[in-house]
């Protein structure tokens, strides 16, 4: 493990947490500062849920739209993660917030089914 992902290991403490970005405009979180020890299971989930059922093609965004604030606002509402990924200048990649948010709720009710099944 490189000191890079020690930083951002539940194992090592979550030395640098989990840091909310802001790339053009939007909340964000790159996947390298994600917890080490979920990028995998974050990359899979994600890629799983946009194979489950297509979600209609969402209108241009770009960061010069008068509307923008309405349209990641309409595609938040469909609850979907087909929209999640975004690319810096620099080509990092990140996730919108709102996707980080629904994979840690599938993450809390998977745990808790789990735990459930152990208790019985």
């Not at 490189?2 to 053009?24: D, F, Q, T, Y």
């Not at 604030?69 to 990140?94: F, I, K, M, N, P």
């Not at 994979?103 to 735990?115: G, I, Q």
Request: charged residues 30%; contains cysteine.
């Amino acid at each position: 493990m490189a000191i890079k992902e020690k930083n951002h290991s539940m194992m090592c403490g979550m030395i640098a947490g989990i840091p909310m970005r802001e790339l053009n405009g939007e909340t964000v979180l790159y996947m390298d500062e994600a917890p080490f020890e979920l990028v995998e299971a974050l990359g899979r989930w994600l890629n799983l849920r946009q194979r489950q059922a297509p979600a209609p093609v969402p209108p241009p965004i770009r960061g010069d739209r008068a509307d923008i604030d309405d349209v990641r606002a309409r595609l938040a509402w469909e609850e979907t993660t087909d929209y999640a990924y975004r690319h810096d200048a620099s080509g990092r990649t990140a996730i919108n917030w709102y996707a980080w948010q629904k994979f840690v709720v599938w993450m809390s009710r998977t745990l808790r089914a789990e735990l459930d099944q152990l208790d019985n």
